[in-house]
């Protein structure tokens, strides 16, 4: 069965670090891109980061540029947020999400997660 589960969510204060994780199952990331991507209550789901299959190519909203790292460890089938400088508005479900090629992508996802929660309020 072909899953994406999401862990490392929780409460934090502002100013505040969190790393999210991002465990595949059923299938291989090796060739998949895999997108990171938010939902805050009563907004829509925006598009957070994203990273190439090889680690080659790596993208941020400008609302979280210098603040998160996007990597993986495909030997561990895995990939990571790196939440730095956490901010109130950065209060949202994340949600990992995977797509088949080597780019970096922001929609047309194949796989998504169920997600985690992160809270950021002191």
């Known amino acids: 069965q072909v899953q994406l589960v999401e862990s490392g969510g929780g409460l934090v204060q502002p100013g505040g670090s969190l790393r999210l994780s991002c465990v595949a199952s059923?299938?291989?990331?090796?060739?998949?891109?895999i997108g990171w991507f938010r939902q805050a209550p009563g907004k829509e789901r925006e598009w957070v980061s994203c990273?190439?299959?090889?680690?080659?190519?790596?993208n941020y909203a400008e609302s979280v540029k210098g603040r998160f790292t996007i990597s993986r460890d495909n030997a561990k089938n895995t990939v990571y947020l790196q939440m730095n400088s956490l901010k109130p508005e950065d209060t949202a479900v994340y949600y990992c999400?995977?797509?088949?090629?080597?780019?970096?992508?922001?929609?047309?996802?194949?796989?998504w997660g169920k997600g985690t929660l992160v809270t950021v309020s002191s």
């Open positions: 999400a995977a797509r088949r090629g080597n780019g970096c992508y922001y929609d047309g996802m194949n796989y």
């Open positions: 059923g299938f291989t990331l090796d060739y998949y891109a």
């Open positions: 990273i190439s299959s090889d680690s080659h190519s790596t």
